[in-house]
């Protein structure tokens, strides 16, 4: 199994670009969400989703938008990158609600 | 929103020493997870409690799950250079979703 996986490790954008961010997972979970890493401010959660199809706001949605159209698959994109959306992020997965997530290695999204 | 409170927020030790790090909330959780993170790579799952007063080991690692259900601690015994990096706690409630510590950062001098 390879777990979670997230494609690219790096990028960078120049203001205004557009991007998506693939994760995917073959554990069969349920549950899978995007966070972003700062220094200083932890994992926040940008959005999550409870099933194929579906998908919810988290702490700090603005800016991005998601999709799962197949379970195994969670896509963060952003339509008109800004120098704020600099940040590392993660996308994790969980089988199901209060048995721990499980974290992809990262992508590295620099946006100048 | 519900915040977790870890501390400390570094942590400067000898080889062979032993490390505890604690979290608190202002809300009950029913799950608290505890992750280690290594530059350059995503959170780690080391250990999940479930249980108000469970006691969990992994290798040198014991965590527990307070008895308020608003706090839990993570012990490192005989600490080594590969212990390394930054520990997150994390609780969970009703939801589908994990409130995060913001981490303590862990070096170990050999």
């Known amino acids: 199994n390879a777990g979670v996986t997230q494609t690219p490790k790096f990028r960078v954008l120049k203001t205004g670009q557009s991007m998506t961010l693939l994760c995917a997972q073959d554990?069969?979970?349920?549950?899978m969400y995007w966070y972003r890493q700062d220094p200083g401010m932890g994992l926040r959660l940008i959005h999550y989703?409870?099933?194929?199809?579906?998908?919810a706001k988290g702490e700090v949605p603005d800016g991005y938008n998601v999709s799962r159209l197949k379970k195994q698959n969670f896509l963060l994109g952003l339509e008109s990158a800004a120098p704020s959306q600099t940040s590392v992020y993660f996308c994790?997965?969980?089988?199901?609600?209060?048995?721990?997530?499980?974290f992809g290695p990262g992508t590295r999204l620099t946006v100048l | 929103g519900q915040q977790l409170n870890q501390s400390p927020q570094s942590m400067f030790i000898q080889e062979g020493e032993d490390v505890s790090m604690n979290c608190t909330s202002s809300s009950i959780f029913n799950t608290w997870l505890w992750y280690k993170q290594d530059p350059g790579e995503g959170p780690v799952l080391l250990i999940a409690l479930y249980k108000a007063g469970e006691l969990t080991s992994n290798g040198r690692l014991t965590a527990q799950f307070g008895i308020t259900r608003k706090d839990s601690f993570l012990n490192i015994s005989a600490s080594i250079p590969s212990d390394v990096g930054i520990y997150f706690c994390a609780g969970q409630g009703g939801s589908e979703k994990l409130v995060f510590g913001k981490g303590t950062k862990l070096t170990v001098n050999p």
């Open positions: 989703s409870v099933g194929e199809g579906t998908t």
């Open positions: 994790a997965s969980s089988p199901g609600r209060g048995v721990g997530q499980f």
């Open positions: 554990m069969n979970h349920e549950y």
